[in-house]
Nanobody
Framework: QVQLVESGGGLVQAGGSLSLSCAASGIIFSINAMGWYRQAPGKQRELVAT???????NYADSVKGRFTISRDNTKTTVYLQMNSLKPEDTAVYYC?????????WGQGTQVTVSS
């Protein structure tokens, strides 16, 4: 099992920046990839960005050039730097880990971008 604890998020004006972090614990050697998803009210959860064990990254088209996913050297903490935020980025952001035991999710953290 993998446990995920998120931090960061909050309220920011459009054009501003926020940073999220996600710390993994448990059977971390089994993690193949980590990433961030988001869910806005009335919408389905969608992928934001992912990073694999090998360091390959993938971004949703809507955040390319504005968001950056990274991790620490231990590969147990993942970060999401969000710049040039837009009101449409408002959502609950969830950390995800894909491991031998399947998908693990964090509790979610609210990001609100005011216009």
């Amino acid at each position: 099992q993998v446990q995920l604890v998120e931090s960061g998020g909050g309220l920011v004006q459009a054009g501003g920046s926020l940073s999220l972090s996600c710390a993994a614990s448990g059977i971390i050697f089994s993690i193949n990839a980590m990433g961030w998803y988001r869910q806005a009210p009335g919408k389905q959860r969608e992928l934001v960005a992912t990073i694999t064990r090998g360091g390959s990254t993938n971004y949703a088209d809507s955040v390319k050039g504005r968001f950056t996913i990274s991790r620490d050297n231990t590969k147990t903490t993942v970060y999401l730097q969000m710049n040039s935020l837009k009101p449409e980025d408002t959502a609950v952001y969830y950390c995800n880990a894909k491991s031998w035991s399947g998908d693990s999710w964090g509790q979610g953290t609210q990001v609100t971008v005011s216009s």
